[in-house]
T-cell receptor
Framework: AQKVTQAQTEISVVEKEDVTLDCVYE???????LFWYKQPPSGELVFLIR??????QNEISGRYSWNFQKSTSSFNFTITASQVVDSAVYFC???????????FGTGTSLTVIP | GAVVSQHPSWVICKSGTSVKIECRSL??????MFWYRQFPKQSLMLMAT?????????EQGVEKDKFLINHASLTLSTLTVTSAHPEDSSFYIC????????????FGNGTRLTVT
């Protein structure tokens, strides 16, 4: 079964619009970690955030914000006032307490149109 | 922040030759490193988990004799694609985790392999 689901395969927005990338996860562990990574066209993976399962506080970092809701097993990522440089593939990932293995979603390709 | 260096960034080789890709953690010790493969417009597929001083653990369907992994030190893991074929052409990414569990996974910049 897919542990991390990113239902949105591709999203296009016009510059300055807000956009939310969805992530739904599945785990039986009570302790786990959730991540978001950005993969620009150059290919490297850029770490954006880690959230542990006991911390449901939403987080804001500049134009980025994350909404973690255990009740719906979701960890959504919002970009406010999107910019062309935000164009990339974004991956959500889950790491369970029982091991070091990371489970990646299939990614959401975001295109910001100038 | 933690840096993972992967080399080379891209390589073109002929069918039948072997290619070695290096993954180094530059400012921390990584007892565990991971090797991923990514096909165009797809997610990362875990190939194997590399543990320093022991044999790598391969995921189901990954040929261990074809993808040789060596993790000889706490800062270096290598992936050798042996007798490469065009179907091995892909983007290979390594990652490293600090010794404490579940620290952010740091990725190398990836290696784009093209086998002609």
């Amino acid at each position: 079964a897919q542990k991390v689901t990113q239902a949105q395969t591709e999203i296009s927005v016009v510059e300055k619009e807000d956009v939310t990338l969805d992530c739904v996860y599945e785990t039986r562990d009570t302790t786990y970690y959730l991540f978001w990574y950005k993969q620009p066209p150059s290919g490297e993976l850029v770490f954006l955030i880690r959230r542990n399962s006991f911390d449901e506080q939403n987080e804001i970092s500049g134009r980025y914000s994350w909404n973690f809701q255990k009740s719906t097993s979701s960890f959504n990522f919002t970009i406010t006032a999107s910019q062309v440089v935000d164009s990339a593939v974004y991956f959500c990932a889950l790491s369970e307490h029982t091991g070091n293995q990371f489970y990646f979603g299939t990614g959401t390709s975001l295109t910001v149109i100038p | 922040g933690a840096v993972v260096s992967q080399h080379p960034s891209w390589v073109i080789c002929k069918s039948g030759t072997s290619v070695k890709i290096e993954c180094r953690s530059l400012d921390f010790q990584a007892t565990t490193m991971f090797w991923y493969r990514q096909f165009p417009k797809q997610s990362l597929m875990l190939m194997a988990t590399s543990n320093e001083g022991s044999k790598a653990t391969y995921e189901q369907g990954v040929e261990k004799d074809k993808f040789l992994i060596n993790h000889a030190s706490l800062t270096l893991s290598t992936l050798t694609v042996t007798s490469a074929h065009p179907e091995d052409s892909s983007f290979y990414i390594c990652s490293a985790i600090r010794t404490e569990n579940n620290s952010p996974l740091h990725f190398g910049n990836g290696t784009r392999l093209t086998v002609t």
